[in-house]
């Protein structure tokens, strides 16, 4: 019963900005990885950003510069901070993360997504 919720999701207009959170709930030890992915109508679901348990990121191309993941280990939620927003960051966006589970086996999970809709 592990569940990854993402929230602040929205509609902005071009050039706006928004804050996505993810907080990562029920029975397991620890997470280590954790990421943002999109998918935006008729294409394939696409990195945004991930970053690790010590703090490494890494982007996608189409972002750099205008996104930034964080992560609160002590609140299990990771953050995607995202400004200058382009009609074409209009997508459903999902949190990834590996989690150590029942047993110790460490496994990746997946949040429900928040839509992000970038239009004037």
């Known amino acids: 019963q592990v569940q990854l919720v993402e929230s602040g999701g929205g509609l902005v207009q071009p050039g706006g900005s928004l804050r996505l959170s993810c907080a990562a709930s029920?029975?397991?030890?620890?997470?280590?990885?954790m990421g943002w992915y999109r998918q935006a109508p008729g294409k394939q679901r696409e990195l945004v950003a991930t970053i690790t348990t010590g703090g490494s990121t890494n982007y996608a191309d189409a972002v750099k510069g205008r996104f930034a993941i964080s992560r609160d280990n002590a609140k299990n939620t990771v953050y995607l901070q995202m400004d200058s927003l382009k009609p074409e960051d209009t997508a459903v966006y999902y949190c990834?993360?590996?989690?150590?589970?029942?047993?110790?086996?460490?496994?990746?999970?997946w949040g429900q997504g928040t839509q992000v809709t970038v239009s004037s």
């Open positions: 029920g029975s397991f030890f620890s997470i280590s990885d």
């Open positions: 990834n993360a590996k989690m150590l589970v029942r047993n110790y086996v460490w496994r990746e999970y």
